[in-house]
């Protein structure tokens, strides 16, 4: 299978998730520039880290506006994996591709640590290779992180199974001391109802491997490819 | 013909009396006024170290492993297997004494464009910081952290690893020295040389405006009232170009149409220009209407002197610009063609169809005067400690360690380092929070230790001494990951040297760092010297900054500081001595900053790395840790609490020479906390004799406390409370 990562000015973790793509899961890779509109018949569509635009105005705000976003809504209307990850995350957000938005964290500082997460939802193609309640740790690294949307769209979203990570203790417990930056119900992650677009802010690129910490996070990376190509990880 | 001028004019340079007649005679004239501003400029101490330059010759430069020592952007060093690793560290004190955030991330992004011109990419961010004590440092300290955090985070390059101290005498004048380091292929270094008559120079990235106009001369004198006046000299950062600015010299690396890049730092386009062509054995001419600016109706004076940031010089054969241009248009980056380089070694700017200035090359960079003055020891009998006088045993050891563990300086900095990205990248194998961080060269098994160090109050109590302890203890930092310490690149922090105390004290620092360099075979390779740190006449303590490099063949292999498995040998390499003098243990208990530092026995020390380097490859070990500040208490509860794991001792052995407070305080040089399996004790003492170095049993990892049976025993929690809670509760809350 062959995933795309998108590029766009000021996007750091392109390199990272390409790193973990190609070396680590050993799947196709294409770096996908944001000038161009062409996703080169990539199967899922990665939005990675970073300060895309320099995060000028807000975070995300000028990326949806790229030729490559025009093609990636598409992509994702029809059904395609999109896949956001931390700056990722808040283009889907600006996109209207996932409902709410990520606001300054809490403590109003940006914070780099490990996280644990639970898995709420284990149905989708991001997911299908882990357990309802496993715990996952991953780091984050951001300074606007803070999952915010108005009470409507927070009940929807829990109503239809669309929260997929919420910050949590080891044990798993989803405690206020575990939510290192304000989210609300400590979303660390959501999909849209179709199932097709997450987006996250903690980075499983970032623990993919033994030597940099853990390895929760390539078995997210395992659950698309597996799903995708019917082959257990 | 005038060789005079007003002292106002001089002030407003930075220049004397004395070197503007020497200027007169150079030039068989009198400079215009932007030639003043040019010269004056690079002949400030920030650019010439015209004071600190007779005592960097001492300090050892070549050695095996160096591919480019000083003289360049940054030092390059061999790491094997076709990879080089750049590196350099630099002060952004002043700045940051102004404007707090945009002085310190103006000084990373100034460190980051050093390495990325030499074709590299940065793959870490170090930063030394020395605050006055908190609470009345915090808005310094914040804003400091913050602009480190707001420039790397953006910027996408790891901050992995620094200092933070807090001490009275940085109280108006923090330190702010930012280490960056960078890895290349070593075919693909680039130089910065503007040579090749004809050929291009190319000004890319951000355009010119009149911030940081006169930085460089403001950074070579003393802080007083007025320097609230200079805030206009502080640049103004923008980490999102830098970012576009560095991706874009990566795809610029292998294209043979590039001849050369240099960073445009202190002193903007003069600098610049001046030192490539002095590098190319060259000269240049510019054109001032090429240069895009981002304000009308700026001088020529202006537009040479901006230190408008994120900015590199290109220099590119003639002819050839259609190949790279493409490159920054991608990445939408403003360039322009503004001049040549050729072969009259001189510097000639135009404007407006006249020469604004035109000067010889040398006369910028290689005639820049050297001032030679008297050092003064200070009166000895200053800070003398009588230990008999002090109590031999503490009234609470755990008490003492707790107080120590909690002290500002030495307590863990989780808080700070969260702040800042440490983990982009995907190649930090050690992160903050232990000895040295480690970043591995994806794709290969080469790791990189990297750590910044100095304890300034042995360097203020005795600077040669001081010197050799910041040097020995960045090695140990480092080995104690079970790399190799290779190279180093100094940051000399120092207050006014016209002081003869202070001049005194450069003398003895570099002369200490010449000898443990030389004795620990360690290059330095590329540096910075800060003078005038003083406010209102009273000086920082000297502050030589270490930041230094270590190579493991096998990052695998490599160690980390926690305690990692129940049931191991706990030891103690390295004999302890009742070395007290400057200890943080006199500071806290007795409230005294006396005596002298610690002796370092160089070549004991070398014995000591080399046992715990070879221990190490033989995978003998599973934890180690450098025994500094605190001592050997402090090391083992850092150790334990790094690890979430107790220690049980068994009571130390005493003998009538040692204090009690000595040996579980004491600051004796050349000593580590080891931890390994029982099998591997056999090997460990064998190994102990082969390089004479002394190990003695301390305990078994297991349980949760650090318990000396008999003495006292301390719950982890309470540890954890001290240590971690120090920078979130209470008094330093940040």
């Given amino acids: 299978m062959r995933f795309g990562v998108v590029v766009f000015p000021g996007t750091w973790s392109d390199r990272d998730c390409g790193w973990v793509v190609e070396h680590v899961l050993g799947a196709e890779l294409e770096y996908l520039w944001h000038k161009d509109r062409d996703l080169r018949d990539c199967d899922c569509i990665i939005l990675p880290g970073g300060f895309s635009y320099g995060d000028h105005l807000r975070c995300g705000a000028i990326a949806r506006f790229s030729p490559v976003m025009e093609s990636v809504v598409d992509f994702a209307a029809h059904g395609g994996l999109v896949w956001g990850i931390c700056n990722g995350f808040q283009i889907l957000c600006e996109t209207g591709l996932l409902p709410g938005a990520l606001i300054r964290n809490d403590v109003c500082e940006f914070r780099c640590e490990w996280t644990n997460l639970v898995v709420e939802k284990d149905d989708t193609l991001f997911t299908s290779g882990l357990g309802r309640r496993d715990v996952l740790r991953v780091p984050i690294s951001h300074g606007e992180g803070n999952y915010f949307a108005d009470p409507a769209t927070l009940s929807r979203l829990e109503q239809h199974g669309q929260v997929v990570f919420r910050y949590c203790r080891p044990d798993g417990l989803v405690v206020p001391e575990a939510n290192p930056n304000g989210s609300l119900h400590s979303i660390a992650g959501i999909v849209n109802r179709a199932g097709n677009v997450l987006g996250m802010m903690p980075h499983p690129e970032r623990c993919a491997e033994p030597e940099l910490g853990g390895t929760d996070g390539l078995r997210l990376f395992q659950s698309v490819m597996s799903s995708f190509t019917g082959v257990p990880v | 013909m005038t060789a005079t001028l007003s002292a106002k004019k001089l002030k407003e340079v930075a220049l004397t009396g004395d070197e503007y007649k020497v200027i007169v005679d150079l030039l068989g004239r009198a400079p215009n006024e932007v030639e003043l501003g040019m010269i004056g400029v690079l002949w400030s101490e920030h650019c010439s170290y015209k004071t600190s330059k007779p005592f960097l010759r001492r300090l050892p430069s070549s050695g095996a492993r160096v591919i480019q020592g000083p003289g360049e952007n940054a030092g390059v060093i061999d790491v094997g297997e076709g990879w080089a690793v750049v590196f350099k560290i630099e002060s952004h004190n002043h700045p940051s004494a102004i404007e707090p955030y ?251 169809g006249r020469v604004a200035a035109r000067i010889p090359v040398e006369v910028l960079t290689d005639k820049a005067p050297t001032r030679i003055l008297q050092g003064r020891a200070p009166d000895a009998a200053r800070r003398r400690l009588d230990l008999d006088a002090v109590p031999p045993v503490p009234e609470s050891i755990a008490g003492s360690l707790l107080k120590l ?271 390994a399996p029982s099998r591997s004790m056999p090997e460990l003492q064998n190994l102990a004799r082969r390089h004479r170095v002394e190990i003695q049993l301390l305990g078994l990892i297991g349980g949760d406390a650090l318990e000396f049976e008999g003495e006292f025993s301390i719950p982890l929690v309470e540890l954890a409370a001290a240590y971690y809670g120090a920078f979130e509760q209470g008094g330093v809350q940040t």
């Fill in chain 2, 102 to 352: 945009e002085g310190a991330a103006t000084g990373v992004g100034g460190i980051l464009r050093d390495v990325a011109a030499m074709g590299a990419r940065p793959v870490a961010i170090l930063d030394s910081l020395r605050f006055g004590p908190l609470p009345a440092s915090r808005h310094l300290f914040e804003g400091v952290v913050s602009g480190i955090g707001g420039y790397g985070n953006c910027v996408g390059v790891p901050t992995v690893g620094g200092e933070v101290y807090f001490e009275d005498c940085y109280a108006d004048n923090p330190l702010v020295n930012a280490m960056c380091v960078g890895i290349v292929r070593i075919d693909q270094l680039q130089h910065a040389r503007a040579e090749g008559p004809g050929n291009l120079l190319l000004l890319v990235g951000a355009d010119t405006g009149r911030d940081g106009i006169h930085g460089a001369s403001f950074a070579s004198l003393e802080l007083d009232d007025s320097s609230e006046e200079r805030r206009p000299a502080v640049q103004v950062g923008n980490p999102f170009l830098e970012k576009c600015l560095i991706e874009a010299l990566q795809e610029l690396i292998g294209q043979p149409a590039v001849v050369g890049i240099q960073d445009l730092g202190a002193a903007g386009l003069t600098s610049a220009v001046a030192e490539a062509a002095s590098r190319g054995g060259s000269g240049a001419l510019i054109d001032l209407d090429r240069v895009p600016r981002r304000e009308l109706g700026m001088s020529p004076y202006e537009v040479m002197l901006s230190e408008s940031q994120e900015r590199m010089l290109v220099v590119v054969e003639r002819g050839r610009q259609a190949e790279i241009l493409p490159v920054f248009e991608k990445w939408d980056l403003h360039v322009a063609v503004i001049g040549e380089v050729t072969e009259d070694g001189h510097l000639t700017v135009e404007a407006e």
């Fill in chain 2, 405 to 675: 563990l909690g002290h500002p300086n030495i307590a863990s900095k989780r808080s700070v380092f969260r702040r800042y990205d440490q983990q982009v990248g995907n190649a930090t194998v050690i992160r903050p929070g232990g000895d040295a961080a480690m970043i591995r060269i994806n794709g290969t098994s080469i790791g990189i230790a990297m750590t910044t160090d100095c304890n300034s109050r042995y360097c203020e109590l005795d600077p040669y001494l001081g010197a050799q302890i910041a040097i020995a203890e960045a090695a140990r930092n480092i080995v104690a990951t079970g790399a190799r310490p290779v190279a180093i690149s100094d940051c000399l922090n120092f207050g006014n040297p016209d002081k003869p105390e202070v001049y005194w004290q450069l003398e003895e620092t570099t002369s200490g760092m010449a000898n443990a360099c030389r004795a620990l075979d360690l290059p330095i390779v590329s540096g910075n010297v800060s003078l005038y740190n003083d406010t209102d006449g009273r000086s920082i303590h000297p502050t030589p900054v270490i930041g230094m490099i270590g190579v493991i063949d096998d990052y695998h292999k490599r160690l980390e500081a926690g305690f990692a498995v129940d049931g191991d040998f706990v030891l103690m390499v390295g004999a302890s001595g009742n070395d007290l003098g400057g200890s943080r243990y006199l500071e806290i208990e007795h409230d005294l900053f006396a005596g002298r530092p610690p002796e370092v026995d160089l070549l004991g020390e070398r014995a000591a790395h080399e046992y715990l380097l070879a221990a190490a490859a033989g995978g003998h070990l599973r934890s180690a840790h450098d025994v500094s500040e605190g001592g050997m208490l402090v090391a083992l509860a850092e150790a334990c609490l790094i690890g979430e794991r107790g220690v049980r001792c068994p009571p130390l052995a005493t003998s009538a020479d040692l204090r009690t407070d000595a040996l579980y305080f004491g600051e004796t040089q050349g000593r580590f906390v080891i931890s």
